[in-house]
């Protein structure tokens, strides 16, 4: 994983600023959007934290990703061991007490369903699924910080896919 990191460090985005994205949060008066945040500005919370800030590329998040799948090996390589792993994406926490939706949990990084999928949400937008069962990894980017996300109908096309 080569494009990963932690709010843009400037000594290591050399040529790479250019390759990402603004994120737009809300329209202005007219119906146009609005940038929120241009790649090369200061970081909007600038210290490091545990629930933002994370800026990464599809080809290495699918590979963290695909590392998980794999019990914690990728290439051949242990990065965690399977019971780091087992312990990061079993329930932990129900998420939806009292609800009448599906249950959910919450493990140590990850959302877990009740039926074993594993997931995580960015902020602006980014989903991540992993499904065992089916050996499925699913990556949504969409921009939809503060907004109507489709990843719920997204997955149910692409489950809709696999049974069809």
Known sequence: ?????????????????????????????????????????????????????????????????????????YDGRRYL???SVALMTSPKIRTNPGSDGPVSYYGYGWSVSGEGVFSHGGSDGTNAFVDPENGLIVLVFTQTPRGNNPVRR????????IEG
């Open 81 to 83: 061991s399977d019971e």
């Open 154 to 161: 997204f997955l149910e096309l692409v489950y809709q896919a």
């Open 1 to 73: 994983m080569h494009d990963s990191y932690h709010h843009e460090i400037d000594e290591k985005m050399d040529g790479k600023l250019d390759r990402m994205s603004v994120v737009y949060y809300q329209r202005d008066g007219e119906g146009g959007w609005m940038p929120g945040w241009t790649p090369g500005d200061p970081p909007q919370v600038p210290f490091v934290r545990a629930s933002g800030g994370m800026i990464s590329t599809a080809e290495d998040y699918v590979i963290f990703c695909q590392m998980f799948l794999n019990g914690g090996v």
